[in-house]
């Protein structure tokens, strides 16, 4: 058996459903293993949507997506999803192609020092130089990827060591390891502070989803009466229409969830990463208790300073500080969660055009079930969405928001729908982000995962243009011109549809969903909002 074989043997052993990937000269052992293997290789047409693929793939199921290149380019290309995948904290473990170790000591045809180039953007880095190795390497790979906190694990695989022959190695035993319980001593102390406050509130991050501990968090805040803002990247953590829900904290201004904050004496800190939003906005005083629980110790940062780190699993966290702790005895956060479920609403039926982005938010969440994804880009949509889109189940909801890469949707969209190809997916993005990678709408068409791709068309990079009025009142170099993506989504074979009005959006949507292949939706947004928001956030008045 070859040394690549064995390495296919052992992404099986691993559980590997799908490799996201271009073949090259150099990983040719590899995918010439996985011809004969369960695990389907889904060829992409750019390894940075390999990357991003890998990253909502494992953000989705917990379990590390993987992705394949060749060497030189074929690796280089995959930094920015790796990247992604690491600072959002997505188990991927990505491989690489690489010269023979015998051209590796002198100046050699698409060689760069790839270990080098990804340790600074992965938890564990390693080239195979031993084919001997090749099961220890790949099960290490995964161990680090799927840990608390996950991210990437990156494999260098010489081509010449593919070729060689080993005996008598299989697969290692999958061994994960279980975060601990934390002491009963700081559960007691964590119940202890939580029974003295006067006004508890809790952030959720991202940590819960991944934990699997959503319902846990849900019955913990109805127990001891706390209400509960979510991170970008935690939405759905609860759901938005439970009436202790306050929506999502992590806009770069003051909004009426900060109201909460302001009024917060413990701030009870659940699977939260500083990746997702720095605690200077929401923590300024650095004055209030903050109870860190997660499986991982808290970052040091001078605005986020634990007066208690409970460590270790997150649900029997949640579960023993619930059955000990007091009960607040009244929710204070009535007219503050009115205020913002008012906010919402209220364009709900404005039927200008180009559509408000808020009617857009409204929309989507009419039309698309409780359990449907949208994986959203990065722009000035990420904004509103994260703002306006109502979530009511965990991951259904994914936003990049520790590297924050544009475009990530339309890949991330493809991994969803490979994921749970029962449920409807839709990339939510803007103009900018959806050409990055929208070559990939071939790749859904020919692997037949039927996704939607809602563009919110303004004809620039709007979200810079957002920061340009703000900081200068005027706008530079970035606005730019558009295909028809009507015809454009017609010259794959996909379908394309182009909204008129605002009120044409809802039932165009629901005709997207109901072709059943890869449809583009042309949305043209009023981006005016934008600078409206910041002014009417400006003069913002706590309702509490």
């Avoid at 590796?104 to 045809?109: G, I, N």
């Avoid at 260098?156 to 008598?168: K, Q, S, Y």
């Avoid at 059955?323 to 200008?352: C, G, H, K």
Wanted: net charge negative; glycine share 8%.
């Amino acid at each position: 058996m070859k040394a690549a074989e064995l390495f296919v043997r052992c992404l099986e052993n691993e559980g590997v459903e799908f490799v996201f990937g271009i073949p090259g000269e150099e990983n040719i052992d590899l995918t010439d293993a996985l011809c004969g293997s369960s695990i389907r290789l889904v060829t992409t047409r750019h390894e940075q949507a390999a990357a991003f693929m890998a990253d909502v793939y494992g953000r989705l199921t917990g379990r590390a997506g993987v992705c394949l290149a060749t060497l030189g380019p074929g690796a280089t290309n995959l930094v920015t999803g790796v990247a992604d995948a690491n600072l959002d904290h997505a188990p991927v473990v990505a491989i690489s192609g690489q010269a023979s170790t015998t051209r590796m000591h002198k100046e050699s045809h698409q060689h760069v020092d790839l270990v080098n180039l990804f340790r600074p953007i992965s938890k564990y880095c390693t080239q195979v130089i031993e084919e001997d190795t090749v099961a220890e390497v790949v099960r290490k790979a995964f161990k680090q990827a799927e840990a608390e906190r996950p991210g990437v694990s990156f494999i260098d695989f010489p081509e010449n060591i593919g070729r060689l022959e080993v005996e008598d190695k299989e697969p290692l035993k999958v061994q994960n390891p279980t975060p601990a319980v934390p002491p009963p001593e700081i559960i007691r102390q964590a119940a202890e502070i939580i029974s003295a406050a006067d006004y508890p509130l809790i952030m959720a991050g991202n940590g819960v989803l991944r934990a699997g501990a959503s319902e846990t968090l849900v019955r913990f805040a109805e127990r001891l009466n706390i209400p509960v803002a979510t991170t970008f990247m935690a939405k759905g953590a609860i759901p938005f229409s439970h009436p202790l829900c306050l929506g999502t904290v992590g806009l770069q201004a003051r909004d009426y969830v900060d109201c909460g904050f302001d009024r917060a004496d413990v701030i009870i800190c659940v699977g939260y990463d500083m990746i997702e939003y720095h605690p200077h906005p929401w923590h300024p005083g650095t004055d209030r208790q903050l109870i860190h629980v997660n499986p991982k110790p808290a970052e040091v940062d001078e605005h986020y300073i634990a007066a208690l780190e409970v460590l270790g699993h997150i649900t029997a966290a949640l579960e023993g500080i619930a059955a000990l702790a007091e009960p607040q005895e009244e929710f204070r956060a009535a007219s503050l969660r009115e205020a913002i479920v008012a906010e919402l609403s209220a364009e709900a039926d404005n039927a200008s055009f180009p559509v408000k982005p808020q009617r857009i938010a409204w929309d989507l969440r009419q039309v698309l079930d409780p359990e449907c994804i949208a994986v959203c880009d990065v722009g000035a949509h990420k904004i509103w969405m994260a703002r306006m889109y109502r979530v009511e189940r965990p991951n259904t909801c994914i936003i990049s928001n520790g590297f924050a890469a544009m475009g990530i949707a339309v890949p991330g969209a493809i991994a969803a729908k490979l994921a749970f190809p029962q449920r409807t997916v839709m990339a939510v993005t803007g103009d900018g982000g959806f050409m990055m990678n929208s070559q990939e709408i071939e790749t859904a068409l020919r692997i037949g995962t039927p996704i939607v791709i809602l563009v919110w068309n303004d004809n620039g990079y709007g979200l810079i243009k957002w920061h340009q009025l703000k900081r200068f009142g005027r706008a530079e170099n970035v606005d730019f011109g558009n295909p028809d993506f009507v015809k454009y989504a017609e010259s794959f074979g996909a379908k394309g549809y182009r909204v008129q009005s605002a009120d044409e959006l809802a039932p165009v949507l629901r005709q997207a969903i109901a072709d059943e292949t890869v449809v583009i939706v042309d949305c043209p947004v009023d981006y005016s909002e934008n600078m409206k928001l910041t002014e009417k956030l400006g003069k913002l008045v706590c309702p509490i």
